[in-house]
Each structure stands twice: as C-alpha cells, then as structure tokens.
C-alpha cells in the first residue's frame, strides 16, 4: 500500500514536471477505466470519447498545480464525473429550449446500447440493462466502487461524501440493482410466456 | 443474488476502450499540450532570470555607492 502511494507520490511529481513517459503511464493505466465509466454513465459512446478526450486535457492543463500526494484514480474520476455532470446540464437546457421539457438527469436510452450488444453473456446484459435503469446518483456509486474498483475513500472523495453517506447510498444502490434485475427476469418470463401463447394462438 | 455475488458480476462486467484511433488522437492532443505547458514554464523561468540578473547588478552597485557615500562622509568629518 506504502509503495503504491510512494509509486504514485513519484508519477504525480513526473507528471508536474511535464514528464511526457509520466503521462503515458498514467494514460495506459486510467483511460479504459475511465471510458467504461463515462460510457456506462452516459450510455453514448460519442460522449464518452468527447468526455474522456476533456478529462486527459485537464489533467494536462492542471498537472504543474497538482498537490504533491494527489490521488491520480480519485482525481481523474472526480474531473470526468463533474464533465459528465456538465453535459446533463448542457443537454437539459437544449431540451428545454426544443420542447419546452423539464429539465432532468437524462432518461436511459430505449432499446439496446453497443454496450449491451457487445455484452459477453445473457447475465453481464441484464446487468447493464438494470445498470442503465437506475437513477444516475446510484449507478455511479456502483460504477466507482464495484466496477471500477475504487476504495470507498476514493469513491466517497470523487462523489464528495463522507465515508458514512457512501456506505448508505452504496447499500441503496445494490439493493436497486437487485430489485431491477429480479424485475428484469420477471419482464422475461412474462415475454416468454407470451411468445409461446402467441405461437399457439397462430397454429 | 447475495450482495457479493452481485459485486463479482460486476467486477466482471466488460471494460470497454476507445477505438485506437480515439486513443492515439487523444494521446497525441495532450502530449502536444503537455510539451507546450513545459515550453511555456521553461520560458516563464528564462525570463524570470533575465529580470533577476539586473536587479541583482542594480542592488549590489546601490550597496558599493552606499559604502563608498559613508566612507567620505567618515574622511571630511
């Protein structure tokens, strides 16, 4: 753990000296995980790409200021969901210029995403469908803490937290997830069963 | 599902990239970015220097006048 902070401690002095092979490391690290994030969030990946390509360039922009024991996980993460917390407000207010609509954390997108698509397996699709249903405040902790990895420390200083206040919306989250995947199998059964009514029906 | 059985799907779950072509444009922004920031810090300290130097040229001379000024002031008295 020691080492991993002196490590980082190392990579965020390079990186304030401009250290371009710093950068690199950092870059290679951090930018899948960031892209799953803001793509799992946004549910576009043209936004992602646009919101990843912000977040490296603030870094870049802000390297030489950083504190000299920044956590470089927390950081990026805390500048890519504030980014994406911009774009909501941007998109809201075009919505409400179109048609007039309340503005509002946007709605999951219908049909099936490319992430979906690209899913691996019938159990990893029902989690990103149950994912992509839940309220943005409780796919985020879930995305910080179980599918990106962060310490709750982290997730609780890139959601701005206490330590208590994660713990609770975390537990919150699972339990939604839960629910809106035992929904998920539900809504399944009942379209199977529909299905099969319908093919007699037709026979 | 148990609340750890959830927590292993997700840990799981696919982690996407960009394309190759994202990635490398992106990459190829910010090195760009990050060797003009060092540009421009390694100008700002040059001129830093270049400020310094007279002014450490003006003090020390302003030091010798003094020095001289008292000594003849210490001979006519």
């Known amino acids: 753990m020691n080492v991993e902070r002196d490590t980082e401690r190392c990579m965020v002095a390079r990186l304030k000296a401009g250290n371009a092979a710093a950068f690199e490391a950092v870059y290679d690290e951090y930018r899948p995980r960031l892209f799953t994030f803001l793509a799992r969030l946004s549910r576009r990946r043209d936004v992602a790409e646009d919101l990843l390509d912000e977040t490296w360039l603030r870094l870049v922009a802000t390297a030489p200021r950083l504190a000299d024991d920044t956590c470089l996980a927390a950081w990026l993460f805390t500048v890519a969901r504030n980014l994406f917390a911009s774009w909501c407000r941007r998109r809201a207010l075009d919505d409400t210029r179109i048609s007039d609509a309340p503005a509002s954390w946007p709605a999951p997108a219908p049909g099936e995403s490319p992430f979906e698509a690209a899913s691996r397996n019938e159990t990893e699709r029902r989690i990103e469908r149950a994912l992509a249903r839940l309220l943005v405040r409780d796919r985020e902790v879930l995305l910080l803490v179980a599918v990106s990895g962060l310490t709750p420390a982290e997730a609780a200083a890139v959601l701005g937290l206490p330590a208590e206040a994660l713990r609770k919306r975390l537990q919150r989250a699972r339990e939604r997830l839960a629910l809106e995947m035992s929904a998920d199998t539900a809504r399944a059964v009942v379209e199977s069963g529909f299905s099969r009514v319908e093919g007699r029906v037709r026979r | ?77």
Do not use: K
């Open chain 2, 1 to 77: 599902m148990t609340v750890d059985a959830m927590d292993d799907e997700l840990r799981a779950l696919t982690v996407h990239d960009v394309s190759p072509a994202a990635a490398e444009r992106i990459r190829s922004r910010c090195l760009a970015a990050l060797s003009a920031h060092a540009e421009a810090t390694a100008r700002r300290r040059v001129a830093r220097t270049t400020w310094l130097e007279p002014l450490a040229a003006i003090g020390v001379s302003l030091l010798y006048l003094v020095a001289a000024v008292r000594a003849s002031m210490a001979l006519l008295q």
